[in-house]
């Protein structure tokens, strides 16, 4: 066992992954080791590697053995894992978050941690792929377990708010910024401001929507100004001014 985990290390230095996932699966099938110690060994080896590629095909490696012999705590922690690799790339967005929804069927053998992390990158993830209902549904999973208030939750909360603006449900924004606004992040304010002025333009309650785009317009940052510009020349083409 000694001479396959130092046999591991080596491969691992040269980032071979045909050769990291044959021996490590020697590794885990040697009958000097239990095989719940061996998986879990090689699960804290896989999560100190800072090279991604040895990382995936050790943590890919561990799912595939792990279904094999039945065991979902395994499978869910290495499936979270390549979840949180792989949605890294932007290129294969829908893929990935395909992937991560199967956590869903063994998120009872996560820490509260994990779960967080999970239903709040997810729902950020599906944001950005424009599924607005799972992105709410993920982040009121998250919201019911997370009572500290991180930057995460907060971007998560964001996506949520931006998830039922994008679904025409504008009293459930309104409702939802006066919780988001106060989170402490740079950000914030900001994109508080931009949502409520927003909103009430597509509520079309001009009288209040007016004010606040003429006021926001010289308080926002440089970037977001445009959109108050914006919002204002849709107001005044659409009412002849």
């Known amino acids: 066992v000694d001479v396959l985990r130092e046999l591991l290390l080596e491969v691992i230095r040269f980032s071979n992954q045909t050769l990291i996932s044959k021996v490590a699966l020697k590794l885990l099938e040697s009958p000097l080791e239990d095989t719940n110690t061996a998986i879990e060994q090689?699960?804290?080896?896989?999560?100190?590697?800072?090279?991604?590629?040895?990382?995936?095909?050790?943590?890919?490696?561990?799912?595939?053995?792990?279904?094999?012999?039945?065991?979902?705590?395994?499978?869910?922690?290495?499936?979270?894992?390549?979840?949180?690799?792989?949605?890294?790339?932007?290129?294969?967005?829908?893929?990935?978050?395909?992937?991560?929804?199967?956590?869903?069927?063994?998120?009872?053998?996560?820490?509260?941690?994990?779960?967080?992390?999970?239903?709040?990158?997810?729902?950020?993830?599906?944001?950005?792929?424009?599924?607005?209902?799972?992105?709410?549904?993920?982040?009121?999973?998250?919201?019911?377990?997370?009572?500290?208030?991180?930057?995460?939750?907060?971007?998560?909360?964001?996506?949520?708010?931006?998830?039922?603006?994008?679904?025409?449900?504008?009293?459930?924004?309104?409702?939802?910024?006066?919780?988001?606004?106060?989170?402490e992040y740079d950000f914030v304010s900001d994109s508080t401001k931009i949502n409520r002025a927003a909103t009430k333009v597509r509520k079309k309650e001009y009288d209040e929507a007016i004010p606040m785009l003429k006021t926001y317009l010289w308080e926002l940052a440089q970037e977001n100004r445009i959109h108050m510009a914006n919002e204002l020349l849709d107001i005044y083409l659409e009412t002849g001014n």
Do not use: W
């Open 42 to 183: 090689l699960y804290d080896l896989a999560d100190t590697l800072t090279d991604t590629d040895s990382k995936l095909a050790l943590f890919k490696l561990i799912v595939r053995y792990s279904r094999e012999r039945g065991i979902p705590l395994f499978i869910a922690k290495g499936l979270l894992q390549t979840y949180m690799i792989e949605r890294l790339d932007l290129k294969r967005m829908d893929e990935s978050y395909k992937d991560g929804e199967e956590i869903l069927h063994y998120i009872e053998f996560l820490s509260k941690e994990q779960k967080i992390n999970y239903y709040f990158r997810m729902a950020l993830q599906a944001f950005a792929i424009k599924k607005y209902k799972q992105c709410i549904k993920l982040c009121e999973s998250g919201l019911a377990l997370e009572t500290n208030d991180t930057e995460l939750k907060a971007r998560a909360y964001l996506a949520m708010i931006n998830s039922y603006y994008f679904l025409d449900q504008f009293d459930a924004v309104e409702k939802h910024l006066d919780v988001f606004e106060k989170f």
